[in-house]
């Protein structure tokens, strides 16, 4: 655990207004034990369990700058308000933070469940997104591809997919047929579009509509140049 918490209500706590309390505060939840273990203090081992530290008013004073007479001031303090308990002996004295558990390791393991109310609008984004099922006229690899590539564009133009939307689309893509349809995602992405349109004419190819439609637009052009009904 390379980090400790200071839970906001502190503000509201008297102590918070003197710099003395603070900062011997802050150190005795920076010196507190995160986990079960034993020191060795003055030739002593002494076993902690979370929230422990085994310290002396001499230490505090040496890591906080605050004068020793002033440190165990504070500590009583502390100990009054129900913050602390001490365990004193004549070689070391071991506080223990009341609350340890709950403001330290309760409140970091409910952040850390896959809660949209804890974890960000990030994440309540991504628990409102489904999978879109994809016509059967288009369910193939290529175009699977070419759809989740147009949903990430979409993703980052900041222009959401809505239902009605994704169903229109896949509707007038479906008529397309696949191959086309991949176009016109391609084509829309490249030129910058939210929305998906049929394919630009290129060449002698007519597009926007299927491959049959293309084929037999392409013999009646051929038989209108041969002069042919």
């Given at each position: 655990m390379s980090y400790i918490k200071l839970n906001r209500a502190l503000r509201d706590n008297p102590i918070a207004g003197d710099p003395h309390y603070l900062a011997v505060w802050t150190w005795l939840?920076?010196?507190?034990a995160y986990k079960p273990h034993s020191v060795i203090l003055n030739s002593i081992p002494v076993d902690l369990k979370a929230g422990d530290l085994a310290t002396s008013v001499r230490i505090l004073a040496d890591r906080t700058g605050v004068k020793k007479d002033k440190i165990a001031a504070i500590l009583v303090r502390l100990e009054k308000e129900g913050m602390i308990r001490r365990r004193i002996s004549n070689k070391y004295t071991v506080i223990t933070l009341v609350n340890?558990?709950?403001f330290q390791v309760e409140e970091t393991q409910q952040r850390r469940k896959p809660d949209a109310s804890q974890t960000g609008e990030k994440k309540v984004e991504e628990g409102k997104r489904k999978k879109v099922v994809l016509p059967?006229?288009?369910d193939t690899p290529e175009f699977a591809e070419a759809w989740a590539e147009w949903e990430q564009y979409r993703r980052e133009k900041k222009a959401k997919l809505t239902p009605t939307t994704v169903k229109r689309q896949l509707a007038m893509l479906t008529r397309l047929g696949s191959d086309f349809a991949i176009e016109a995602i391609s084509q829309s992405i490249?030129?910058?579009w939210t929305g998906v349109f049929p394919p630009k004419q290129n060449g002698n190819r007519a597009t926007g509509v299927t491959i049959d439609e293309a084929l037999l637009e392409m013999d009646c052009a051929r038989g209108d140049n041969n002069g042919s009904v």
């Open positions: 939840l920076m010196l507190a340890w558990d709950k059967p006229e288009l490249e030129a910058g």
